[in-house]
Each structure stands twice: as structure tokens, then as C-alpha cells.
Nanobody
Framework: QVQLVESGGGLVQPGGSLRLSCAAS????????MGWYRQAPGKERELVAR???????NYADSVKGRFTISRDNAMNTVYLQMNSLKPEDTAVYYC??????????????WGKGTLVTVSS
């Protein structure tokens, strides 16, 4: 079995920073894309940022220039550095990863989410 466990959420004032981490564990042969999604109250889940195994990234327009995604392939971990946070960034943030448990088949996995609240 494969698990994704997020950490790093919390309460921060507008303009502040947080760093989210997500570690994958279990039967892992390789990991393709890793990413962060978020879901605010009453809204649909949306992509925040994603990163391939080679390091290519893409971001939602709303976070470009403020958020940075990175990964440590040796540790099977993805990070999201969030700077200049705004109240509209308040949401539950979910980690996502496409993981091969064997050389042939990949599955999509989700973490349980970590709450980020931006408020004064």
C-alpha cells in the first residue's frame, strides 16, 4: 500500500509564509508527477502546482510568483513553499502523486489534506 502524508498547514497572517510537505511511503517503484491541489469552502478542488520527476513545473495563475513547488526524489517528498499569503489562499491543501508500485502500472494517490488558514 502507498500513503501520502501532508504536514505544515496552520494559521498564518496575510503576507506570511508557510511550507507544506508531503511524503510518500509504502511500495514505491517510482513516482511520476507530484502536485498540490486545494479546496476552499464551497468551491471545487483546483490545481495549485505540479512537478514532474525531471523537475518541470506548472502553477495556477493565482499563485504564480508567490508559491514554489519542489521535490526530493530520494525522499519521495514534495514541498510547497507559500509566500505572500492572502486570505483567498485559505483552503484544505491536498497532495497528489502518480505512483508506480511496479514497472508497468501507475495509480493516482491522494493525501488526506492539511488546512491552511490565512487570517488576521
Amino acid at each position: 500500500q502507498v500513503q501520502l502524508v501532508e504536514s505544515g498547514g496552520g494559521l498564518v497572517q496575510p503576507g506570511g509564509s508557510l511550507r507544506l510537505s508531503c511524503a510518500a511511503s509504502g511500495k514505491i517503484f517510482s513516482i511520476n508527477v507530484m502536485g498540490w491541489y486545494r479546496q476552499a469552502p464551497g468551491k471545487e478542488r483546483e490545481l495549485v502546482a505540479r512537478i514532474t520527476s525531471s523537475g518541470s513545473t506548472n502553477y495556477a495563475d493565482s499563485v504564480k510568483g508567490r508559491f514554489t513547488i519542489s521535490r526530493d526524489n530520494a525522499m519521495n517528498t514534495v514541498y510547497l513553499q507559500m509566500n505572500s499569503l492572502k486570505p483567498e489562499d485559505t483552503a484544505v491543501y491536498y497532495c497528489n502523486a502518480e505512483i508506480y508500485s511496479n514497472p508497468r502500472y501507475a495509480m493516482d494517490y491522494w493525501g488526506k489534506g492539511t488546512l491552511v488558514t490565512v487570517s488576521s
